[in-house]
């Protein structure tokens, strides 16, 4: 089976090909051609981010150096913080502690999983 990380990774595996193949991509293209349903996407947009592989022009996501690194590492270091104080929580209370966007925390959630500083 499986696990959670693992799956973040191939979802993430998904998207780089998708974006190797068709070129930029919006994100309702990329959840089109990969099936993948919005929190996994922006999971594994955030894992590709900390990879330094994303680029995001405002409008259409690409395969180069990434320029997400301000805001999704801010965010992931923001749900870093909130996770070591209060333990265990889920999508809806992690967005209301950091203050931030559920896609945000998606986000940063993969790109914590990348540095495997999440399970």
Do not use: C, P
């Not at 693992?6 to 070129?23: D, I, K, S």
């Not at 594994?44 to 395969?63: Q, S, T, V």
């Amino acid at each position: 089976m499986i696990n959670t990380i693992e799956q973040f990774g191939r979802n993430a595996g998904m998207v780089w090909e998708t974006l190797h193949t068709y070129g930029a991509l919006t994100e309702s293209q990329l959840m089109e051609l990969t099936a993948l349903r919005s929190y996994e996407l922006h999971i594994a947009i955030g894992w590709l981010a900390r990879e330094n592989k994303i680029y995001f022009d405002g409008e259409r996501y690409r395969l180069d150096t990434t320029n997400l690194t301000d805001q999704i590492g801010n965010d992931a270091g923001k749900v870093w913080r909130a996770l070591s104080t209060q333990g265990d929580a889920d999508i809806q209370s992690l967005a209301r502690l950091t203050q931030l966007e559920k896609k945000e925390v998606y986000a940063a959630l993969g790109w914590l999983a990348r540095e495997d500083k999440i399970q």
